[in-house]
């Protein structure tokens, strides 16, 4: 039986959320060749079925673009999957997310703004 971290950190006076780091890209046969898919969708309830059962209330995910089709797709799996169960979802800007011909501002913002990025893949939910 798994033990529950947030109520260990509640009772030394922890009051924040607890989330987990999640790297989408595991599987990708581009890239990271591992005995697991980070698209399949049985990894990815699984792994959240794991992270409730200890107490997270929430996933970080290191976000490349949506110009990293697999990883990007998988982000937005992960998006749908943990909103739907009230969990939060937030996105840690990738350094790969900047880079390019224009200014890192620039770069970010037309990230964000392509018709394929997480603010139209999942209706405006990232936090």
Excluded: C
């Excluded at 909103?83 to 011909?101: C, E, K, N, Q, S």
């Excluded at 392509?114 to 139209?120: A, K």
């Amino acid at each position: 039986m798994p033990f529950n971290l947030k109520s260990i950190l509640t009772a030394h006076e922890f009051t924040g959320k607890l989330l987990a780091h999640v790297m989408p890209w595991f599987g990708d046969s581009n890239t990271h060749r591992v005995s697991y898919d980070s698209s399949s969708p049985a990894t990815i309830s699984t792994q959240i079925q794991l992270m409730l059962s200890v107490g997270i209330e929430g996933i970080i995910v290191t976000w490349q673009g949506p110009s990293t089709r697999f990883s990007h797709q998988v982000t937005l799996q992960l998006a749908t999957e943990v909103r739907a169960l009230g969990m939060v979802f937030a996105i840690l800007l990738d350094p790969h997310v900047a880079a390019g011909g224009g200014t890192k501002e620039a770069n970010v913002s037309a990230a964000l703004s392509d018709p394929g990025s997480l603010r139209s893949g999942i209706h405006g939910h990232v936090e």
